[in-house]
């Protein structure tokens, strides 16, 4: 039998992780800024390792929760790799597989699912199914399956508990999706 506390024995120092980690996530975007302006200044926006960069950058935003801005770099380079190193090249897929996370973090679950299937596609071909790529892709695509059907469930519930009780009943009013 466990005996163990669940709970941290410095609850403090959770919080210190916490703010350890942010500091970092501050130091990274300012250090993938600085970066990026350096490079677009020296080398031109379309070269592969500024767009690499911008990419940096947006995955930051997107950990950040600055979707609108990350989904604007994301565009950027998704546009310039499929450019420069075409639609099938897997940095060109890794934009797209990023640009489905963006979408599933906006909600957006069409538009994350077509860029999830487009990645898989692209990485079944390129690198095989086996591939950890190929198999973080179809990954997304599952827990984005599963978040669709828990939608839908809570739909469901609503129609079931609106025709049984109506639409203004406590109970019906009660059901808050992924609580």
Known sequence: MNTESPFPANPSSDAD???????????????YELDLNEDKTALGAKLTSTLEKVQNVANVYLNRERLNEAQILFQRVLQGRQQVLGPDHTCTL????????????????????????????????????????????????????????????????VLVRNRLKGLRHEQTLSIKPFS
């Open 17 to 31: 992780d916490i703010s350890t980690a942010i500091l970092q996530l501050d130091e990274a975007e300012q250090a």
């Open 94 to 157: 890794d934009t797209v597989n990023d640009l489905g996370n963006l979408y599933a973090n906006k909600s957006k679950l069409d538009e994350a699912e077509k860029m999830y299937c487009r990645a898989l596609q692209g990485y079944e071909k390129a690198l095989g199914p086996d591939h950890v790529s190929t198999l973080h892709t179809i990954d997304n695509l599952g827990t984005l399956y599963q978040e669709e059907v828990l939608l839908l469930f809570m739909y469901g519930v």
